[in-house]
């Protein structure tokens, strides 16, 4: 679970200060898939990278399962971040020397995986996204959506409990863009919670929950098919803030 209250973000440039998120409260719960939209400069990249542990807030709480993230070093959140949390780019980010074996690799390597775990693991993810006949292909002979395929398999092979999309679709023609969503959804399905950020109104409305950023604040625009609206009570926070000894 993820949980946001009265969390901001600002960034101080000289005497110049940049609020990028305000006050934002949500909480996500397992099995959720959140899509984010909301114009350039609105703050979704900062939401994405704090939950994502790759920025920490400037205010507010944090919770993620129940740990209190603002209050841990860096080497605790780096550990957090790669036993829990999965990413996917826009650019695919993709190492061009290695085929896709390897590159699915990577992950799975740092994390210190035997040899016979990897090779499990990394022909389990292509095979979930079709691309194990592929696997001894480089990156350059495959077509964007195959490698989008490929950074999807990539952020899996870790098991994470997190999926976090930075517009997963937007280097990707139409059809290609309908073929990842898809593969997401499937994804979700299975258990993974996933919070993509998109520009693509159409694909977000896909997702069991909507938020838009706009001018650093957080709004939801719809709930989930299956449940309420997650709301965070004052005596919810105020309970889980004890637990995580705030």
Do not use: C, W
């Amino acid at each position: 679970m993820l949980l946001m209250k009265q969390l901001g973000k600002v960034f101080h440039t000289g005497e110049v200060s940049t609020h990028a998120l305000r006050e934002v409260d949500l909480e996500v719960q397992e099995g959720d898939f959140v899509s984010v939209t909301g114009p350039s400069g609105s703050g979704k990249t900062t939401f994405l990278n704090i939950a994502g542990l790759l920025e920490v807030a400037s205010s507010g709480l944090f919770l993620l399962d129940g740990e209190n993230v603002n209050q841990q070093s860096d080497s605790q959140r780096s550990k957090m971040r790669n036993q829990k949390i999965g990413f996917i780019f826009q650019s695919f980010n993709l190492i061009p020397e290695l085929n896709l074996f390897d590159n699915v690799d990577v992950p799975l390597r740092y994390r210190g995986f035997d040899a016979k775990e990897r090779k499990r693991r990394i022909e389990q993810q292509l095979e979930l996204v079709g691309l194990a006949s592929r696997m001894k292909h480089l990156p350059s002979q495959l077509s964007g959506g195959q490698q989008q395929r490929v950074a999807i398999a990539r952020a899996l092979a870790t098991s994470p409990r997190f999926l976090l999309a930075d517009e997963p679709t937007g280097n990707l023609d139409s059809q290609m863009a309908q073929s990842v969503m898809a593969l997401l959804e499937d994804i979700n399905r299975q258990g993974t919670t996933i919070i993509m950020v998109t520009h693509d109104h159409g694909l977000a409305q896909r997702a069991k929950r909507q938020i838009l950023i706009k001018d650093g604040r957080v709004s939801e625009l719809t709930a989930t098919l299956h449940e309420p609206l997650h709301i965070v009570s004052p005596s919810a926070t105020e309970h889980s803030a004890k637990v995580a000894g705030v």
